[in-house]
C-alpha cells in the first residue's frame, strides 16, 4: 500500500494547495482548476478552497489589484489592462472592472508620468512625432481625449 493512500484526501489538497499557494498567487477559480487535474474530488477541494479563503491564502480582489496597479507602473492604460487581464484563467470580470474604475484616477498620474518621461526624448511641437506619440499611447490603452488633456499641460 502506498503511503500517499493512508493520508486523508484532504490533508492531500491541502498539501498539494498550499505548495501551489507557496509559488505564487492564485484566483481562486485557478487553483480549484489545477486541484481538479490533479484528480481530488470536488468536494474536498471546495472545501479546502473555503479554508484557503478564510485563512487569507486566497483573495480574488487583491490579487486583482495588484495585476492592475503592475500594469498601470508598466504605463498600460485602462482599454489595454482590461484585454490582457479578462481573458486570464480565474479572474472575475466584474472585480476586475470594479478595480480598474477605482484605480481610474491613477491612470492620469501614470499618462502625465509618461508624458513628462518622454517630453525630453521627442519634440512634441513637430506634428509627425506627436501623432506617433499619440498613436504609441493609443496603444497602450489610454483614450484620446486623456492624452490631449495631458499633452495640453506639458
Not at 480574488?60 to 489595454?80: M, P
Request: hydrophobic share 35%; proline share 1%.
Amino acid at each position: 500500500m502506498c503511503s500517499d493512500q493512508l493520508i486523508p484526501e484532504e490533508d492531500r489538497v491541502k498539501k498539494q494547495a498550499f505548495l501551489y499557494l507557496a509559488r505564487r498567487s492564485f484566483f481562486t477559480e485557478e487553483l480549484s482548476l489545477k486541484l481538479t487535474q490533479k484528480g481530488f474530488s470536488k468536494e474536498v477541494i471546495d472545501k479546502v478552497l473555503d479554508l484557503c479563503i478564510k485563512q487569507g491564502f486566497l483573495d480574488d480582489q487583491k490579487l486583482t489589484q495588484q495585476l492592475v496597479e503592475r500594469a498601470r507602473d508598466k504605463g498600460f492604460g485602462s482599454k489595454a489592462i482590461w484585454f490582457r487581464l479578462c481573458y486570464r484563467v480565474g479572474i472575475n470580470r466584474s472585480i476586475l472592472q470594479q478595480v480598474i474604475l477605482d484605480t481610474e484616477k491613477n491612470q492620469m498620474k501614470s499618462l502625465q508620468k509618461l508624458i513628462q518621461k518622454k517630453s525630453h526624448q521627442i519634440h512634441l511641437l513637430d506634428p509627425k512625432q506627436k501623432s506617433r506619440f499619440i498613436a504609441k499611447m493609443l496603444r497602450r490603452g489610454y483614450c484620446y481625449e486623456e492624452i490631449m488633456r495631458c499633452l495640453a499641460e506639458v
